[in-house]
């Protein structure tokens, strides 16, 4: 069990990433964007639960200073220097290989299904401050609840085809079996996964990656969807270390991703195929592989 403090600190984290979409409130004469104050608190609650150390902070400033050089700085060469840093710290960050994070295990070693591999779920502060600071920076997100539902919409036939090609190839392949379940750990799962993996990965690979690769491929009449391959193979690429059979069903997925990125630019639309893809997995499925 993880501590009141503890989890108050996630759910400030998870709340700045919510507020992401809020727009931004004038006190007086200063402006203030709602995210920043739930993530102030989220920092100042975290080092009193010791979820986070100065050493954190340090590089979640960075982050934040590098992302928002790569938006706002006139200088095109100043935004390409940053944009790079921001990559590498960003990655650091999202594979847990800077100091100062200590991550609360939410699902300890638990076997999800019969026959299934036990399962861990962490509660991942420096990955998903990483999809905060991106979403809040880099990301083109939807403006209004209208675009938000036309954008879900647009979405959906992608999703389908998701669906049915992963979870299909996963059953073939033998990695996973139909197994409908709802637990008590499912909408816990749901939750964690959205906040402190998913929304960090999409603002990565789409918001970040992909977006800035077509952008600067524009002026190739196939530049956007080299784009969404070399976006699509990179997240399959990072899940490698899962074996050969999971990177491929996260290219897969990430062609899905992509896709729908490709057609909405927004990016509401792949972090929505994600969470769905992985709620689907985890309700009918094995979960997370047969042994």
Known sequence: MISDTT???YIL?????CAAWAKPAALGRVTIAPWTAFFAAALGLGMAAGVLRSPAIVALAALAGTAYMTARAPQPYVRVVSGV????LALALAIHKLPGFNNAVVIDAVTIS????????Y???????VGLILLAFLCSRARSWNEFGGVIKRSLPVLLATLVAVLGLATAIGAVRPDLKLSQLTMQF???????????EEAFFRGFLQHRLAASLARWRSGKWIALVCSALLFGLAHLPGGAAYALLATIAGFGYAYAYHITQRIEAPIFLHIALNAAHFIGFSYPALR
């Open 85 to 88: 840093v921001t990559a590498v």
């Open 7 to 9: 989890l108050a600190t």
């Open 114 to 121: 019969p026959g299934a591999a036990p399962f861990t779920q």
């Open 123 to 129: 509660a991942n502060f420096d990955k998903g401050a």
């Open 13 to 17: 984290l998870a709340a700045a990433v």
């Open 190 to 200: 749901i939750a964690v996964n959205l906040f402190f993996t998913v929304v960090a």
